[in-house]
């Protein structure tokens, strides 16, 4: 692309007090930085170019009082191009332009403009009028402003209902954010609820279920078993004595036959007979060594007192 530094030659070399033609210049592009090292080129003329649209650091000549962008093809204007505050004077004669960008409405300063032979909205168009003498290109300037302000402001109320409706929208969200989380608080509630009470009544059923099975031990304890109806059981057969049994029984008839021998041989027809004498004998010999015992000795005296 074509810029003023290599067809047009040094900058410095045109500027003639503060003004600076960069008219045919055969330009595409705008030489910014360039023109931003020139801050005494108040008045800049770039008209008669090829230039299809501005940079956005184009807005940073501040410094610009006059600026003639006539006979271009500029589509549109940056959109930061309000910051040209101290731009009066505005030529845009024979470009291509549309709209122009909300931030027209800064250009507080602007007391010339022209904006023939543009496709313009017709909206836009009915606003700006013509620009056939200074009058007219006075108007023009005071009536796109105004008309910039308003749609400004336009655009601003859109920007805050857009605003507010994206506001009601969000506490909307959150409302229904909130709604939800207590829902879900509340279920949460219920089915902790409902699980404590099914615990409980688990528990319940199993306390309830040990008090029965401590009961039934007592009923069967304290209720004697009825005797059944039906015949009557049979004796248990006798026990055939036991061999201890027949010599207990052999010892006391010995004891027996003894104790009748004793006194067999005590009749005094038998006494002298040599059997009961040597029974006697064995009798007296025992019953003076039990004489010495102080027990027999009383139980042998109340015997003979009886």
Same mark, same amino acid.
Do not use: F
């Given at each position: 692309m074509t810029k003023a530094g290599s067809k047009g030659g040094n900058l410095r070399d045109k500027l003639d007090g503060n003004e600076l033609d960069l008219s045919l210049s055969d330009l595409n592009e705008v030489p910014v930085k360039e023109l931003a090292a020139l801050p005494k080129a108040t008045i800049l003329d770039l008209s008669c170019n090829k230039l299809t649209s501005l940079p956005a650091d184009f807005c940073g000549l501040t410094h610009l009082v006059k600026l003639d962008l006539s006979k271009n093809k500029l589509q549109q204007l940056p959109a930061d191009f309000g910051r040209l505050v101290n731009l009066q004077h505005l030529d845009l004669l024979n470009n291509r332009l549309v709209t122009l960008p909300v931030s027209f409405a800064q250009l507080k300063s602007l007391k010339w403009l022209d904006l023939k032979d543009n496709p313009l909205d017709p909206a836009?168009?009915?606003?700006?009028?013509?620009?056939?003498? =200074? &009058?007219?290109? &006075?108007?023009?300037?005071?009536? %796109?402003?105004?008309?910039?302000?308003?749609? @400004?402001?336009?655009?601003?109320? =859109?920007r805050q209902r857009r605003l507010e409706v994206e506001r009601e929208a969000e506490k909307k969200r959150e409302a229904k954010q909130r709604a939800k989380e207590a829902?879900?608080?509340?279920?949460?509630?219920?089915?902790?609820?409902?699980?404590? =009470?099914?615990?409980?009544? =688990? /528990?319940?059923?199993?306390?309830?279920? #040990?008090?029965?099975?401590?009961?039934?031990?007592?009923?069967? *304890?304290? @209720? +004697?078993?009825?005797?059944?109806a039906g015949p009557r059981p049979r004796k248990p057969p006798p026990r055939?004595?036991?061999? *201890?049994?027949? %010599?207990?029984?052999? $010892?006391?008839? !010995? $004891?027996?036959?003894?104790?009748?021998?004793?006194? +067999?041989?005590?009749?005094?027809? !038998?006494?002298?007979?040599?059997?009961?004498?040597? %029974?006697?004998?064995? /009798?007296?010999?025992?019953?003076?060594?039990? #004489?010495?015992?102080?027990?027999?000795?009383w139980v042998l005296r109340a015997d003979s007192q009886q």
């Open positions: 836009l168009a009915k606003v700006a009028g013509d620009c056939l003498d =200074e &009058k007219q290109c &006075k108007q023009c300037a005071n009536k %796109v402003l105004q008309h910039m302000k308003a749609v @400004q402001a336009d655009q601003e109320r =859109e829902q879900e608080r509340e279920l949460r509630k219920r089915e902790k609820a409902e699980e404590k =009470e099914r615990r409980r009544k =688990e /528990y319940d059923a199993l306390k309830a279920a #040990r008090r029965e099975q401590e009961k039934k031990p007592r009923k069967e *304890t304290n @209720q +004697a078993p009825k005797p059944k055939r004595p036991s061999r *201890t049994w027949a %010599v207990l029984k052999l $010892l006391l008839l !010995l $004891l027996l036959c003894a104790a009748g021998g004793l006194l +067999a041989c005590r009749v005094p027809e !038998l006494r002298r007979q040599p059997l009961c004498a040597g %029974v006697n004998a064995v /009798y007296d010999s025992a019953l003076r060594g039990l #004489r010495g015992h102080h027990i027999l000795q």
